[in-house]
T-cell receptor
Framework: GEDVEQSLFLSVREGDSSVINCTYT??????LYWYKQEPGAGLQLLTY?????DMKQDQRLTVLLNKKDKHLSLRIADTQTGDSAIYFC???????????FGAGTRLFVKA | EAGVAQSPRYKIIEKRQSVAFWCNPI?????LYWYQQILGQGPKLLIQ????????DSQLPKDRFSAERLKGVDSTLKIQPAKLEDSAVYLC???????????FGPGTRLTVL
């Protein structure tokens, strides 16, 4: 069945780059998303990538998509303490008819 | 542009009681979603509406959960009767049809004692 997997924890030092990885199973997905969730808050959309793209850059965020390996990554450059949160990868199928979220990666940023 | 609104933000009830959550999506968003997020897990889709029709409710426990979106705008999700395992954050999201991007509300944290 469909599944999205992420590593549960990542710890980095302030100023370093963070790379959060995600693997998915269904190749029919059209969009892949990264959401950020801070304690007690809803999910905040960070960025998304169309499935026909390999890379997307948005300020400090870089998304890489390897369709062959069904692997998605989010790189945060110059990670700050304010980036500490849970990051969710999600795949959404054509027309938004089905959405699968990963369990989330908790990012700890050490000062 | 106002975001997705949800109320209440917190609710504590005892098992076997009933509870209802309310969601008002972003204006003009035809698609509305309810998710259940159990602590330590990602959101799980419960039900998806397109205007006032149900698109997907395959993961909604229909023996105790119900949802409606009568006028195609705001929506309510009800649990009756609640069980301990229903303790979770219930998230509402609405969809920008141009990019399929979902925008989330702050959620309602339900604690069932």
């Amino acid at each position: 069945g469909e599944d999205v997997e992420q590593s549960l924890f990542l710890s980095v030092r302030e100023g370093d780059s963070s790379v959060i990885n995600c693997t998915y199973t269904d190749s029919s997905s059209t969009y892949l998303y990264w959401y950020k969730q801070e304690p007690g808050a809803g999910l905040q959309l960070l960025t998304y990538i169309f499935s026909n793209m390999d890379m997307k850059q948005d300020q400090r965020l870089t998304v890489l998509l390897n369709k062959k390996d069904k692997h998605l990554s989010l790189r945060i450059a110059d990670t700050q303490t304010g980036d500490s949160a849970i990051y969710f990868c999600a795949e959404i199928y054509t027309g938004g008819f089905k959405t699968i979220f990963g369990a989330g990666t908790r990012l700890f940023v050490k000062a | 542009e106002a975001g997705v609104a949800q109320s209440p933000r917190y609710k504590i009830i005892e098992k076997r009681q009933s509870v209802a959550f309310w969601c008002n999506p972003i204006s003009g968003h035809a698609t509305l979603y309810w998710y259940q997020q159990i602590l330590g897990q990602g959101p799980k889709l419960l039900i998806q509406f397109q205007n006032n029709g149900v698109v997907d409710d395959s993961q909604l426990p229909k023996d105790r959960f119900s949802a409606e979106r009568l006028k195609g705008v705001d929506s309510t999700l009800k649990i009756q009767p609640a069980k301990l395992e229903d303790s979770a954050v219930y998230l509402c999201a609405s969809n920008n049809a141009v990019t399929d991007t979902q925008y989330f509300g702050p959620g309602t944290r339900l604690t069932v004692l």
